[in-house]
């Protein structure tokens, strides 16, 4: 009798287990509630899949993007704004999964792990969220565009506050177009290509390349560098854009010679190319808040010689994500400190309680050093001031770099990035028309009209 | 005496004006929900009606002072009578019945449980009557939502589900059988009648019931034999047939092919879980409120998602607590199981309250994708007949092995006894010294003493209860009132755990 009743303890493995499986049943619920809450079979907030009750988005001038009222999702009353700031703002059915109606639906949507979506049954309406872009800059922006595919972002480099974020082709979300799945006009249409895009850099990759020249070749100044429109690596050639004779390192910058960088790629090597493109965050995922960014990719393991020169200058398998390159012209624009974009600024509950989503912050996965941005600086105002010409962007002061990406097929992407060096107008920019042939032609005068209505 | 002021202070008329003032205020949602509704009405005031009547009943004409299981199963049988009126009022009047009809169960197998001597006799026959339950189960039923475990009676109006039954007839012929006989012929009838069962339950493709069947066998077999090797073996081999199974029998694997992907199928096979997940989350620990849940607009809501309901609705804090008070039956069962008059109840109240844990595990567990779904009820939450009968009569057990249950039997609780001198509260041994009664005469020897009657009536016989040890001195001849010479004292002398007949 006792020998059976003692064997009763067993049952205590059986409860102790039980407890375990409690625990991490709670533990899930605490850790991914606020994603399952936002599943769009959730009938709280979504109706026909599509979202009904839940908060505002603001842009920073307090202009509402979005907001429900009656069951329904509103957007902004201009149709151009609504285009312009879709991929920021998102649809309501989550197809665009880097839109803040997607990401930040549990906010939205109030939901906390004590109440539930509680508050948003008795308000029927969640935290409104504001953002640091500026919705008239964003429609400036799109309409400059005008029906290109491609993408363009502004943000403060001292701050992080992106001010300008659009991606294109867009659609307006009250009218959405019927034609969407079939027509080219529209692929891609559901990718914020700012932030999910991954583009062949081009001669916009020069800056990686100079930044690792600066770094291991102590007399980069004083080389010389002649250019007779190729370059024989010995396994093959790579072909400059033109002929330059004999150029310095800052001229070579300026023409991007093609020559002259895969020469300084060769005299590097892969492994210094690809550390300092590790240092400047390449092959590393990277996080906006709480959006995933594409990670860039850099790999010459296996390139040949002639490849690594075509890597030098942003060819070969090289591809970059816009919102990366622009946290990098961010730093070499701040002094080395490299400040992490950011435009989910924050959130506001019913009762006016405010939690802050994104600050500014420094990246831990883009390091520059503060000589080597400085230097930078130099020569990209100098591509500038004895390139470019001031006059395309007069009153700016502007520091960039052009590419045009070769592609396998069509015409080149148009890419420009750069910054306003001034020090009442921190900001830095990146932009990439899709199949549009010279950077400078095509990006140039759209970076200009966007930085004017920003500095302006 | 601290300890028995203690023990006496406890108010269950107090408590069960709490529970009254819970479901006067849950009673409300589904009551008012459209208008007021004067059927519901009239279910919830039968259901207040018929706990208070219990409760009368039993604390004044039989004089009972433990009503833990009882308060335990009114709330949340009270509970579950909410969702299921708030969802579909129309079975509001069915759930009621249900209840009554496991309240019934309960106080009638606490009747037989009480005579050892019944439940010998009653072991065989109620051993053929599950077997052939099951059978014709298999021969009846139609093919209902995957599985085969249900039998539609008068056109389809009242539908049971017999395996539900089987349970505690289960318990009662595993606990009974071991308890009687250690030998090889009894342990292999219990075994060739659990083969019977799970088997049966494989027919019908009921797996999650058959792995209920299964454990409690399991623990049934471990109390008894204490052989870890062999229990560990009979693992083995269940764990081996069922890989073979789901080898031979791809439609069984598919069921499970669901099992931590559910996000991935969230429209087709991983509807429910996906749903209970999401809409669990939306109520958070507070809940939304009666009534204001989406939950229960899923498929099988009030049955297998029913804890969904509850986390949604109620709040998750409501669900935790529900669920970990069938922790805390466990430990009281595990705690009762020591201080039992025989190895029977020992036996009986472990598996009854170990299957309703474990029956809550799969249940709780398989919705929200810790463990494969099976589709088993939560015990007395869930809507349905049988499993609320099942749920009922597994509280039998579990209140049987209390000696306060029957506190007649209780009073022939002798010095050789671990509870002696007499304790009633639960699990609790007397640190007490064992001051032995004053002797008029040599107390008589135990061996040779077969006879129950004979030693009751000894001088050393102290009654339990209201009655002091004084009076009981003044009358030791007199059988204790109530105390039929069938009853069985107590005592575990030399006994190992063997009733004696």
Same mark, same amino acid.
């Given at each position: ?12 493995a059986?409860?102790?287990a039980?407890l ?88 939205l ?44 972002g ?10 300008c ?66 370059y024989?690596t ?15 390192f ?30 400047l965050?390449?092959n ?21 010689k ?111 990035v ?9 900001y ?5 028309v ?16 966007v ?6 | ?39 519901l009405?009239?279910?919830f ?8 009547l ?7 004409a039989?004089?009972?002072?433990? %009503?833990?299981?009882?308060? *335990? @199963? !009114?709330?949340? =049988? &009270?509970?579950?009578? +909410? $969702?299921?009126?708030?969802?579909? /009022? ?18 009638v ?94 027919l ?10 299964? %454990?409690?066998?399991?623990? *049934? @077999? !471990?109390?008894? =034999? &204490?052989?870890?090797? +062999? $229990?560990?073996?009979?693992?083995? /081999?269940?764990?081996l ?16 092919s ?50 969904g ?41 472990c598996a ?70 007499p ?14 009664p ?64």
């Amino acid at each position: 009798m006792n020998n059976t009743t003692k064997r009763a303890y067993v049952l205590y493995a059986f409860l102790l287990a039980f407890l375990v499986g409690l625990g991490a049943m709670f533990y899930a619920f605490y850790v991914h509630g606020g994603e399952w809450t936002s599943n769009v079979v959730n009938r709280h907030i979504y109706k026909n899949g599509t979202i009904a009750s839940a908060g505002a988005v603001y842009d920073r001038n307090k202009q509402a993007l979005v907001y429900s009222r009656d069951g329904k999702r509103i957007y902004n009353s201009d149709p151009t704004v609504r285009k312009a700031t879709l991929h920021a703002v998102g649809d309501t059915s989550s197809f665009i999964a880097t839109g803040v109606q997607h990401v930040y639906n549990a906010s939205l949507s109030g939901y906390d792990f004590v109440n539930g979506v509680y508050n948003l049954k008795k308000y029927n309406r969640g935290n409104d969220i504001y953002l640091t872009l500026d919705a008239e800059v964003c429609k400036t922006a799109y309409k400059a565009m005008n029906g290109r595919k491609g993408t363009i972002g502004v943000y403060n480099y001292k701050t992080g506050e992106l001010v300008c974020m659009v991606s294109t082709p867009s659609y307006d979300p009250e009218n959405k177009p019927k034609n969407m799945d079939s027509s080219d006009k529209y692929t891609g249409v559901y990718l914020n290509r700012f932030l999910s895009g991954l583009y062949t850099p081009g001669s916009t990759f020069k800056i990686v390349t100079a930044i690792s020249a600066l770094e291991n070749i102590p007399d980069i100044y004083s080389r010389e560098f002649s250019c007779n429109g190729s370059y024989s690596t010995g396994d093959g050639k790579v072909i400059c854009n033109g002929v330059h004779g004999k150029v310095d390192f800052e001229e070579a910058l300026n023409h991007s010679c093609n020559s002259a960088f895969a020469v300084i790629a060769n005299e590097l090597g892969s492994a210094k190319l690809t550390a300092t493109a590790s240092e400047l965050g390449f092959n590393t995922r990277e996080k906006i808040g709480e959006i995933n960014l594409v990670k860039s990719r850099f790999n010459v393991s296996s390139a040949s010689k002639t490849d690594l020169g075509w890597a030098g200058i942003g060819q070969y398998t090289t591809l970059v994500n816009p919102c990366h390159m622009l946290t990098i012209l961010g730093g070499i624009a701040n002094g080395g400190t490299v400040v992490k974009p950011y435009f989910v600024k924050s959130m506001v509950s019913p009762s006016g309680e405010v939690t802050e989503l994104g600050r500014t912050e420094t990246s831990k996965t883009v390091v520059i050093s503060p000589e080597n941005a400085e230097k930078m600086k130099k020569l990209l105002r100098s591509n500038v001031k004895n390139y470019y010409s001031d006059s395309r962007f007069p009153g700016l002061e502007m520091c960039g770099k052009t590419g045009t990406a070769q592609l396998d097929t069509g015409e080149s992407h148009s890419w420009f990035v750069g910054f306003s060096a001034k020090e009442s107008t921190p900001y830095a920019v990146v932009c990439v028309v899709e199949n549009s042939g010279s950077g400078l032609a095509a990006a140039g005068p759209i970076v200009n009209t966007v930085m004017q209505k920003i500095c302006g | 005496m601290a300890q028995e002021a203690l023990n006496k202070k406890f108010n269950w008329g107090l408590m069960m004006i709490f529970v009254s003032v819970f479901q006067l205020i849950t009673f409300t949602a589904p009551i008012l929900a459209d208008g007021f509704n004067i059927e519901l009405f009239g279910v919830f005031a039968g259901y207040m009606a018929i706990e208070w009547l219990y409760f009368i009943i039993a604390a004044a004409a039989f004089k009972q002072n433990n %009503f833990e299981l009882e308060v *335990i @199963a !009114f709330l949340f =049988s &009270g509970i579950g009578l +909410t $969702i299921s009126a708030s969802v579909y /009022a129309d079975f509001a009047l069915k759930q009621l019945i249900s209840i009554i009809l496991g309240l019934f169960t309960f106080i009638v197998l606490l009747a037989v449980l009480r005579r050892t001597d019944v439940v010998m006799k009653l072991r065989m026959p109620v051993a053929f009557a599950a077997v052939g339950l099951l059978v014709l189960n298999l021969a009846l039923a139609k093919y209902n939502n995957g599985a085969l475990n249900w039998i539609t009676l008068a056109g389809g109006r009242i539908s049971i589900q017999p395996s539900e039954i089987v349970k505690l007839a289960f318990i009662f012929v595993g606990a009974a059988s071991l308890d009687k006989l250690q030998s090889t012929k009894s342990i292999f009838k219990y075994l060739v009648f659990s083969i019977g069962c799970v088997g049966a339950l494989f027919l019908m493709r009921d797996f999650g019931t058959a792995l209920i069947f299964f %454990f409690t066998f399991v623990i *049934i @077999a !471990f109390m008894r =034999s &204490g052989d870890i090797r +062999t $229990i560990a073996l009979v693992c083995v /081999a269940a764990a081996l047939g069922a890989m073979m199974i789901i080898y031979f029998r791809p439609t069984v694997a598919s069921r499970f092919s669901t099992y931590r992907h559910v996000w991935e199928h969230i429209n087709d096979t991983g509807m429910q879980q996906t749903r209970t997940l999401i809409y669990s989350s939306s109520g958070g620990l507070l809940g939304l409120g009666i009534g204001n849940g989406k939950l229960r607009d899923v498929f099988a809501s009030t049955t297998d998602l029913i804890f969904g309901i509850v986390c949604e609705e109620w709040g998750m804090l409501t669900a935790f607590m529900i669920v970990i008070a069938y922790a805390f039956i466990l430990i009281y069962a595990v705690k009762t199981a020591r201080t039992t008059r025989s190895a029977f109840y020992a036996i009986a109240t472990c598996a009854a309250a170990g299957l309703l844990l474990f029956q809550t595990s799969l249940n709780i567990f398989g919705v929200t994708d810790i463990l494969p779904l099976t589709g088993v009820t939560l015990p007395f939450i869930s809507r349905g007949g049988s499993s609320m009968i099942c749920s009922w009569g597994l509280f039998a057990f579990i209140k049987s092995a209390d000696i306060r249950t029957y506190p007649m039997l209780s009073k022939t609780i002798l010095p050789d006894h671990p509870l002696y001198p007499p304790d009633v509260r639960v699990g609790r041994r007397s640190r007490r010294p064992l001051t032995p009664p004053p002797v008029d005469e040599p107390p008589k020897k135990k061996r040779t003493d077969k006879k129950p009657q004979s030693t009751r009536q000894t001088s050393r016989d102290i009654p339990v209860g209201k009655k002091s040890t004084g009076s009981a001195k003044k009358s030791p001849v007199k059988t204790a009132p109530g105390q039929s010479p069938r009853d069985i004292p107590i005592s575990r002398k030399k006994t190992d755990g063997r009733a004696k007949r």
